[in-house]
């Protein structure tokens, strides 16, 4: 099993810049991939972005892409998403997920954390 737990989400204005932490406890982290994933009300879950195991290989939704990095530090067993140049549309529920040896644009990981909301104000 591999517990998650989401943090960092908050209110901000647009133009502004949040980093969220995805802690992991439980079985060896550095053997999953990890997955970001928002969700706004009334929308399905969608992909943000995720990297390998290894740290080595990161993947964007083309949405994201130049204003959000994700990176992993497994010493500290913790997944980041650096958020920069935040838009309303932005405005979502945040989750992290995670599935071993592999990383996936969908929803097919095995844990996931409970989220974490983030809004952002025009």
């Known amino acids: 099993q591999v517990q998650l737990a989401e943090s960092g989400g908050g209110l901000v204005q647009a133009g502004g810049s949040l980093r969220l932490s995805c802690a992991a406890s439980?079985?060896?982290?550095?053997?999953?991939?990890v997955g970001w994933f928002s969700q706004a009300p009334g929308k399905e879950r969608e992909f943000v972005a995720a990297?390998?195991?290894?740290?080595?290989?990161?993947y964007y939704a083309d949405s994201v892409k130049g204003r959000f990095t994700i990176s992993r530090d497994n010493a500290k067993n913790t997944v980041y998403l650096q958020m920069n140049s935040l838009k309303p549309e932005d405005t979502a529920v945040y989750y992290c997920?995670?599935?071993?040896?592999?990383?996936?644009?969908?929803?097919?990981?095995?844990?996931w954390g409970q989220g974490t909301q983030v809004t952002v104000s025009s």
């Open positions: 990297i390998s195991w290894t740290g080595g290989n990161t």
């Open positions: 439980g079985r060896t982290f550095s053997n999953y991939g």
């Open positions: 997920a995670a599935r071993m040896f592999q990383v996936v644009r969908t929803t097919m990981y095995d844990y």
